[in-house]
């Protein structure tokens, strides 16, 4: 069978990725070992460089945004070594040994990385901050995590009442709370526990559905005192705790090989192996969903590695069905809803997914770029302010789209672009390398 002809082409510092689908179609075959997890790169970063000892990290993704967080903690005095996935050495400053930095901290495009950073930097009485990240960062809501960091006493200002970044902050010593947030996010919910880390007494966080809880994991991996009470989603940090810094083996991140599932999945004759996938619970919601929808995902060489569990991914084709995605799914699949509405364009019947409003605040309104990228390729995809309704089964057919910049549309509209008929050019495709350097390597090299 002849492959489809990917070209990367660079102009301007903007890459664009060119799929040629062969008339007869394509088929993807092999395995692959998906980057290290984003989600926990960013925290082991952080913790080790407020731990107290040497912490080491096996495994890091080596992506724009672990980078962003990087730079920004050695401006604030951690040693932290080269970064590569081999082996990232970090030697830690302490609790609250944060150095006040010569100049602004750039998050460049990372969420995680500002709003964690905030709950520390917050917490650091008699130092100034100041932090900013790129256009996207900058336009994204801050008072998510500015408003709680303020009832514990924080001093911040920024645009619109301290709600866009650039942000300046003047660490103070802060006082304990119990924070209901309203909205099932790991980003509020690890900044307010790592402002807690600093503060006598007990900070609580409760949360309306479960978020991603690497925070907990790692945090206790490191001498946190942390209980946690599942009924009511809430976890409670006693403060003035010492870190250890600690061994972290990071696992493949879920979101990366959600790419993979999805192509394994749509792509007819195809069969993958995604190697080495942490399969966090609290991530797992791609799995179900893609179950729902009649996918063929197996499940091997379980194992926990680290305090995190791991398996590999099998994925082979097969006929899918619309499903409906909603509720408290939903915080455990938020960063996959992309490719997951690539795979509803390919499954017979409406997907409709709903409670999902958080999309439009990420690096881009993920809900209008879905819609506009895809049903410019001929998919029938509206808009809900909730989320998208997707009827799937219309074939389609090769165009000029772009990734406004968000890594996650890229890769999820390269994936859409092996099952649509001609020629598919991805504008911005190198938004890709955020969290996902290699990705459109590896495509090339599963393409039979
Ligand atoms: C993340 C939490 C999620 C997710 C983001 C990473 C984290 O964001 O979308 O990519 O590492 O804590 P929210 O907390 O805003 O839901």
Redesign the pocket.
């Given at each position: 069978m002849p492959a489809a002809v990917v070209t990367l082409k660079n102009t301007e510092n903007q890459d664009r990725l060119i799929i040629q689908n062969p008339a007869s179609g394509l088929s993807l075959q092999g395995r692959i070992r998906v980057p290290g997890d984003?989600?926990?790169s960013?925290?082991a970063l952080m913790l080790g460089a407020i731990a107290q000892g040497e912490t080491t990290i096996q495994g890091l993704l080596l992506g724009e945004d672990p980078r962003s967080t990087a730079s920004c903690f050695r401006a604030m005095g951690a040693e932290i070594s080269e970064l590569n996935p081999e082996m990232v050495r970090i030697q830690g400053i302490g609790l609250g040994c944060l150095q006040e930095p010569t100049s602004v901290l750039d998050a460049g495009n990372s969420?995680?990385t500002l709003?964690?950073m905030l709950g520390l930097l917050a917490s650091h009485p008699g130092r100034f901050f100041a932090v900013t990240g790129d256009s996207s960062l900058r336009s994204r809501p801050m008072s998510?995590v500015v408003k709680p960091l303020q009832e514990m006493g924080a001093q911040i200002w920024g645009r619109q009442d301290g709600s866009l970044a650039p942000l300046a902050i003047q660490g103070q010593q802060l006082r304990p709370i119990h924070y209901h947030s309203p909205?099932?996010?790991?980003?509020?919910?690890?900044c307010i526990l790592l402002a807690g880390l600093m503060v006598e007494g007990q900070t609580t966080v409760t949360e309306p559905a479960l978020?991603?809880d690497?925070?907990e994991r790692m945090l206790r991996a490191f001498g946190a005192e942390l209980s946690i009470d599942p009924q009511t989603n809430s976890v409670t940090i006693t403060g003035s705790a010492k870190l250890q810094g600690q061994p972290v083996i990071v696992p493949g991140d879920i979101?990366s090989a959600a790419f993979w599932l999805v192509a394994g999945a749509i792509v007819p004759g195809s069969e993958l192996c995604v190697e080495n996938v942490g399969i966090n619970p609290t991530r797992t919601g791609i799995l179900e969903a893609l179950e729902r929808m009649g996918a063929d995902i197996q499940m091997e060489n379980q194992r926990v590695v680290a305090g995190e569990p791991v398996a590999d991914l099998r994925v082979r084709s097969s006929a899918l069905k619309a499903c409906e995605i909603a509720g408290e799914l939903i915080?455990q699949l938020?960063?996959e809803i992309p490719i997951l509405a690539v795979a509803a364009v390919f499954a017979q019947g409406t997907t409709v997914i709903r409670d999902a409003a958080?999309l439009r605040?990420?690096?881009s309104d993920r809900i209008a770029v879905m819609a506009s990228q895809l049903n410019r390729m001929g998919a029938k995809v509206t808009e809900r302010p909730d989320g998208l309704e997707i009827t799937g089964g219309t074939p389609l057919i090769g165009t000029d789209v772009d990734s406004h910049t968000d890594h996650r549309i890229a890769m999820s509209l390269a994936i859409a672009a092996l099952n649509a008929e001609g020629t598919t050019t991805i504008g911005r495709a190198e938004a890709a390398a955020i969290?996902y350097p290699d990705f459109f390597q590896s495509l090339i090299g599963i393409i039979r």
């Open positions: 984003k989600s926990i960013h925290r969420g995680t709003r964690l998510r909205i099932a996010s790991a980003q509020v919910k690890s978020s991603r690497h925070s979101s915080p938020i960063d958080e605040v990420k690096e969290s």
